[in-house]
């Protein structure tokens, strides 16, 4: 089983639509990330969190909101989903000290149309 | 601002060897990581560097010149496989991370 398990794996919805991104992690990290990926830019940050009680903004927030549930689960929200938001959406998680590389779930491909 | 630049595609020969360079401006450094992602995949972690020099790791070896805010990943004896998105990413002053757009790299044989 993966590690970083992020559902749905592809998901296609209308403008305006309320939208769900999960991720579950099983490595027993405590920091944990949502990125949103377009062509031919880097890995842009939306949220992250350092521990259940901790969330935290990104570069790009705007429209997006966050839940973390538990230590293993960090939730993405679309409020009020828009066409831009089109994108590949990773989760990742990393360990608790502050140089750790992070792990990558599988990625949600989201349209929206 | 803070600016990481990698070229954004190069093109090797199976059996050869190719150099994937990443130049960065950021306020503060706490290392330099080099991820692969193969197309529509997540990235994987390859190498991090936080001091000056060559670090060695089978294949692939990964530089790096504080001074000189430059980095690169050397891939030895290509294989297919290895054609993917080679990412760098800098850890900034306050511990984030700073990402590059990625180098697709193709393999021909």
């Known amino acids: 089983d993966a590690d970083v398990t992020q559902t749905p794996r592809n998901r296609i919805t209308k403008t305006g639509k309320r939208i769900m991104l999960e991720c579950s992690q099983t490595?027993?990290?405590?920091?944990m990330y949502w990125y949103r990926q377009d062509p031919g830019l880097g890995l842009r940050l939306i949220y992250y969190?350092?521990?259940?009680?901790?969330?935290n903004k990104g570069e790009i927030s705007d429209g997006y909101s966050v839940s973390r549930q538990a230590q293993a689960k960090f939730s993405l929200s679309l409020e009020s989903a828009i066409p831009n938001q089109t994108a590949l959406y990773f989760c990742a998680t990393s360990g608790s000290r502050d140089v750790q590389p992070q792990h990558f779930g599988d990625g949600t491909r989201l349209s929206i149309l | 601002g803070q600016n990481i630049d990698q070229p954004t595609e190069m093109t090797a020969t199976e059996g050869a060897i190719v150099q994937i360079n990443c130049t960065y401006q950021t306020s503060g450094f706490n290392g330099l990581f080099w991820y692969q992602q193969h197309a529509g995949e997540a990235p994987t972690f390859l190498s991090y560097?936080?001091l000056d020099g060559l670090e060695e790791k089978g294949r692939f070896s990964s530089f790096l010149s504080r001074s000189k805010g430059y980095s690169y990943l050397l891939l030895k004896e290509l294989q297919m496989k290895d054609s993917a998105s080679y990412l760098c990413?800098?850890?900034?002053?306050?511990?984030?991370?700073?990402w590059g757009a990625g180098t697709k790299l193709i393999i021909k044989p």
């Open positions: 969190s350092f521990d259940v009680k901790d969330i």
């Open positions: 560097n936080v």
């Open positions: 490595k027993g990290h405590d920091r």
């Open positions: 990413a800098v850890l900034d002053s306050n511990y984030q991370l700073i």
